[in-house]
């Protein structure tokens, strides 16, 4: 299993996760036009991201089902090509594709499952930020 790192960086230096946030939040709590343009952009930059968030994730999906689907099937084939042979190292062979077989139908099962929520999740993000970046926007205009 892969496990991505995330950093923050403000001005180009990394920071803290928590300070990052706070100085994000800092930004919306501005009642002049000048922050509040910091709050806007912010918030713009965050629905971009949530957006192309959206669309790598729906693309991975598809991408990931019709590679584990051609996985499973070249496997199924090399197993059942290999299923005939009395060689000791065509029938270890056979196993190591048999078990490689197996994580491929539980990674199909995990993605049929995971996948969908993930992308739900999402699209429910960037549909707020999206709403928070539009009221935002009408919000700055009016000052």
Do not use: W
């Not at 051609?70 to 000791?88: A, H, I, Y």
């Not at 993000?125 to 000052?143: A, Q, R």
Request: charged residues 30%.
């Amino acid at each position: 299993m892969e496990v991505e790192v995330i950093h923050f960086y403000t001005d180009g230096k990394e920071v803290p996760p928590k300070s990052f946030l706070s100085t994000q939040i800092d930004k919306c709590k501005a009642e002049n036009k000048i922050n509040l343009k910091g709050c806007a952009q912010y918030i713009s930059e965050l629905a971009m991201t949530a957006k192309s968030m959206f669309d790598q994730s729906v693309e991975f999906k598809e991408s990931s089902q019709k590679m584990m689907t051609g996985l499973q099937g070249e496997l199924t084939q090399e197993v059942e090509d290999l299923k005939g042979s009395r060689s000791p190292s065509d029938l270890k062979k056979a196993k190591l594709k048999k078990d490689n077989l197996n994580s491929i139908k539980n990674s199909i099962e995990n993605s049929t499952i995971l996948m969908p929520a993930l992308i739900k999740n999402i699209g429910n993000d960037y549909s707020k930020i999206s709403g928070v970046s539009k009221t935002i926007n009408k919000l700055e205009k009016g000052l």
